[in-house]
């Protein structure tokens, strides 16, 4: 997959994406990234990429034709088309659905704006998709754009080495919170590892495993329990952690 990044930090972006699992999968050739600076685009001496905004009020605007230019040579860098995709707090929500679906695009370009955004007509011609990474504001797209080429990366067929693939198999694709998670030393000061864990018995660590991840989606994030298409299992285990939960007061 290739995705090429607009914006006036395109070093921010490579910095972001040399570690861990998204700079293994560019090593790998899964992965091209690519910055483009509209500033190597904007006309004159003082490479104006923003002006006022019409109408007044404070703050700049980034302006149309610098990113048209910048687009338009992202763009010609490959001849497979590519959606541009704008990150602002007025874009849809990036879920991990959304995720699937971008990885699986041969390209992508992503737009990142600054200031207090870009001129509405850059917007309404060239971008294709608006996706917002949650409900607060930042200084820029920058930082929504590393989470997404994050998230993106990781779903790269030979991105994940086979430990963490596993994982991810029985985590991501249910739409559950994940399980607790321990290590050594069995017993501390903090408190003991949970004995099931320590049985052998593989089986019942795989219940107890989706039983802890029904029951804390309940506790934290009921409204994932809604989409989730639960099983009689499912439904049986849940019901026994509630009724634990009950015996034990909560936390
Ligand atoms: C600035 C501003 C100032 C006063 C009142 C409202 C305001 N909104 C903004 C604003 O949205 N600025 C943006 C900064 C312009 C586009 C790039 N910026 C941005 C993107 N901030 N936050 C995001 C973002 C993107 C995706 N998901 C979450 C947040």
């Known amino acids: 997959m290739r995705i090429d990044v607009v914006t006036l930090f395109p070093e921010f972006i490579a910095q972001c994406a040399g570690f861990g699992v998204v700079g293994r999968a560019q090593e790998r050739g899964l992965l091209r990234l690519q910055g483009w600076n509209p500033r190597d685009h904007a ?50 929500p990036l879920t991990q659905a959304k995720v699937r679906e971008l990885a699986a695009r041969p390209r992508l370009i992503l737009l990142c704006g600054r200031y207090e955004g870009v001129d509405e007509r850059l917007l309404a011609a060239e971008v294709d998709e608006e996706i917002s990474i949650g409900d ?51 017993r501390h000061e903090l408190g003991e590892v949970p004995a099931v864990l320590r049985s052998g018995d593989h089986a019942a660590i795989a219940r107890w495993r989706r039983q802890q991840s029904l029951g804390r989606t309940w506790l934290r994030r009921p409204d994932l329990l809604d989409e989730a298409a639960l099983s009689k299992a499912d439904r049986a285990l849940l019901e026994a952690f509630r009724q634990a939960q009950e015996g034990e007061g909560g936390r």
């Open 43 to 92: 006309e004159g001496g003082y490479r104006r990429v923003d002006d006022r905004p019409f109408g007044g009020g404070p703050g700049m605007v980034m302006m149309i034709e610098p990113l048209r230019a910048c687009l338009a040579a992202a763009r010609a860098a490959d001849a497979t088309p590519a959606p541009v995709v704008y990150l602002s707090p007025q874009g849809g």
């Open 136 to 186: 607060y504001v930042l200084s820029g797209g920058e930082l929504p754009a590393a989470v997404l080429i994050d998230a993106v990366a990781r779903l790269q067929d030979g991105a994940l080495n086979d430990a963490e693939s596993a994982a991810q198999d029985s985590f991501e694709g249910d739409g559950l919170l994940d399980c607790p998670h321990y290590t050594h030393p069995a």
